[in-house]
């Protein structure tokens, strides 16, 4: 399972695949990680900063932290894709092809002027929390898509 957790300022992602469940997250900051809570991730009860120090110490990698850099990432299902939006300008995308049972995610690009900012995993991230929410089969051709996956 692949979810996204936003506020003003951080992404924070979790791969449930990779979660090792030894709650160091829960340790760090209890108010932000809560397994019996949904969502089991909830930002904005703490500073940033603690839930920053939190994921640094996670020891599989199922939890990850970047800025947002004033950028948005809207699904727009009608289009089969995700957007990466600053202001009112597209600067990235991530298309996928959808039937009955999956989807398939064939391309994912970000302008180069926005890049190692975290986007494209943020548009990837969208797509799969949208079919997982869905029930839908995930599979990818675009090369970067298959490495998160
Ligand atoms: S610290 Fe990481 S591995 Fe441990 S429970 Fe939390 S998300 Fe899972």
Not at 54 to 63: M, Q, V
Not at 122 to 130: A, F, I, M, S, T
Not at 131 to 143: L, Y
């Amino acid at each position: 399972m692949h979810r996204l957790y936003e506020n003003d300022e951080i992404v924070v992602f979790w791969n449930s695949e990779k979660c090792a469940h030894a709650a160091e997250c829960v340790k760090g900051s209890p108010e932000t990680f809560n397994f019996s809570r949904k969502p089991w991730v909830q930002l904005g009860n703490v500073e940033n900063s603690e839930v920053w120090q939190t994921i640094e110490k996670c020891p599989s990698g199922a939890l990850g932290i970047l800025y947002r850099n004033g950028i948005d990432t809207p699904m727009q299902p009608e289009n089969c894709r995700s957007i990466a939006l600053d202001g009112d300008k597209k600067i990235g995308e991530c298309d996928y092809t959808e039937t009955e049972s999956g989807i398939c995610i064939y391309h994912t690009d970000v302008d180069p002027e926005y890049g190692r900012k975290g986007i494209a995993k943020r548009l990837v991230y969208k797509v799969l929390e949208y079919a997982e929410k869905n029930g839908k089969q995930i599979s990818a051709t675009c090369s970067y898509a298959v490495k998160l996956i």
